[in-house]
């Protein structure tokens, strides 16, 4: 750097001249000339505020670098993909599910023009979009009907706005769950105005007490799913085929909530048993309602089994057609419930690929990742999240990376091109095969490198 002797803040080129710089013209074909303009326009008065506070006056390709890197910056679109590579499977936050690749792709085909979504070719006239899936569910869980609408919190508010609104829902204590982002049983039933008569008390609740809680003004028994909370030691509950034949007994219907909606056994693969909505069917419930995006596997719904007359309540009340399911979850849907149609849902929905995952095969993996940018495979549990099976692990081998700083090495990993989500466990950072997507690898190990470079300088 010479002696400066004028002004340096004299010394910096025009917005003008910066765009009629030769070097300006590989951002200009990038981003076009508004955006490049407004870009070397921030990256001047951060070099005047540099220089007022005693810096040195940037050079032209300092100056367009910096615009350069803030013009990629606002053209990545905050919402895209990233590695998950916690071992939590239903990553709430990353958007539960991946979709299997028939979802994918009946998503595509419906996206890219006009669909049947509500349209009889047979006919030439309308028809109706639960067309598309009633019969895959009921033949999936053994109920007489089903609808399916934008999530399970809409599910389970359309059933009490529906059945129950103005009247009593009876429930027990110990389900007057929140689920998480600000699901609460009480709240929704508020909100549905539906009145809650509670029952029971946190860890005990009998028949009895739902019997006793019955009056003139009952609408419903209802059932809610603990989902992401577990109680353990002096519980109990009345099953679900006693409060069935209670609430029959009495002229009433029995309705759950059951979240996470598994519809194939969890204690086949080493995890407790979630309950599943063919099994509440079978006990006798009303209605079931469950997530599609949880451990079915599949978008973002709200899937409503039971009997055909009070299914047919809820397609016709006003508030289903402000819950209704749009025509690309749908499409996703359908694909992934064919799956468990067809009874090979283990080998296609990557969420029971991942749960089915045998730990050898994730060990050598993690071996192979660490060949080639080292670190050391070590064993480490996965879990399910999403709020299902609370405390439940799968046994898995994970590659751990020493590096003096984990936090800040965490940080490195979501700052690449793509992003990778690590867990960090006793100042090691995990990474755990088993939830990153066949196909990531490479991406994966890129970002690695990457980051690891970056924390050596
Ligand atoms: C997850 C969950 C919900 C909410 O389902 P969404 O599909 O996320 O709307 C409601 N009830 C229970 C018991 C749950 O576990």
Same mark, same amino acid.
């Given at each position: 750097m010479s002696e400066q002797t004028?002004?340096?803040?004299?010394?910096l080129p025009s917005v003008d001249r910066l765009l009629n710089d030769m070097g300006a013209g590989d951002l200009l074909t990038s981003y076009g000339h508004e955006a490049v303009r407004d870009a070397l326009r921030v990256a001047l008065d951060a070099a005047r505020q540099w220089i007022r506070q005693g810096g040195n006056a940037p050079g032209v390709d300092e100056l367009l670098a910096a615009a350069g890197s803030l013009l990629r910056v606002r053209q990545t679109p905050s919402l895209r993909p990233v590695i998950n =590579?916690? $071992?939590?499977?239903?990553h709430t936050n990353l958007g539960r599910a991946p979709l299997c690749e028939s979802a994918q792709q009946a998503m595509l085909a419906v996206a890219a023009g006009y669909s049947t979504l509500e349209y009889e070719l047979e006919a030439g006239e309308r028809g109706k979009r639960e067309s598309h899936i009633e019969s895959l569910i009921t033949a999936i869980t053994g109920a007489e009907a089903a609808t399916v609408v934008n999530n399970n919190a809409a599910a389970v508010l359309l059933i009490l706005t529906a059945l129950a609104q103005h009247r009593e829902v009876v429930i027990s204590? $110990?389900?007057?769950v929140e689920i998480g982002g600000g699901f609460r049983i009480p709240d929704v039933l508020a909100q549905s105005g539906a009145r809650l008569v509670e029952v029971g008390t946190t860890n005990r609740t009998r028949l009895d007490d739902f019997a006793q809680a019955i009056? @003139?003004?009952? =609408?419903l028994l209802m059932r809610a799913h603990a989902s992401n909370f577990k109680q353990i030691g002096f519980v109990e509950q009345p099953t679900l085929r006693e409060l069935a034949s209670l609430a029959h007994g009495r002229g009433l219907h029995l309705i759950e909530?059951?979240?996470? $909606?598994?519809?194939?056994?969890?204690?086949?693969?080493?995890l407790e048993h979630e309950p599943m909505p063919q099994e509440s069917v079978r006990a006798g419930i009303d209605l079931v309602a469950f997530s599609g995006?949880?451990?079915?596997? $599949?978008?973002?719904a709200g899937i409503i089994a039971g009997r055909g007359e009070l299914v047919e309540r809820l397609k016709r009340h006003p508030l289903a057609r402000a819950v209704r399911i749009d025509k690309l979850n749908l499409a996703a849907l359908v694909a992934t419930l064919d799956h468990y149609r067809r009874g090979d849902a283990v080998e296609h929905v990557p969420v029971w690929q991942m749960i089915a995952l045998h730990p050898e095969a994730i060990r050598a993996r993690a071996e192979s990742w660490a060949m080639q940018i080292g670190g050391d495979v070590t064993t480490s549990e996965s879990t399910i999240g999403?709020?299902?099976? @609370?405390?439940e692990t799968l046994p898995t081998f994970v590659l751990a990376l020493d590096v003096p700083r984990p936090d800040e090495f965490a940080a490195q990993l979501r700052r690449q091109a793509n992003p990778v989500i690590a867990r960090i466990v006793h100042r090691r950072v995990l990474l755990d095969?088993?939830?990153?997507?066949?196909?990531q690898d490479n991406a994966l190990l890129q970002s690695v490198s990457a980051a690891l470079s970056e924390a050596s300088h």
């Open positions: 004028e002004n340096p803040l004299r010394q =590579a916690t $071992g939590v499977i239903l204590r $110990g389900q007057l009056g @003139p003004q009952t =609408a909530d059951l979240g996470s $909606g598994a519809l194939l056994d969890t204690a086949a693969y080493g995006d949880k451990l079915l596997g $599949g978008p973002q999403g709020g299902s099976l @609370p405390g095969p088993r939830t990153v997507l066949p196909g």
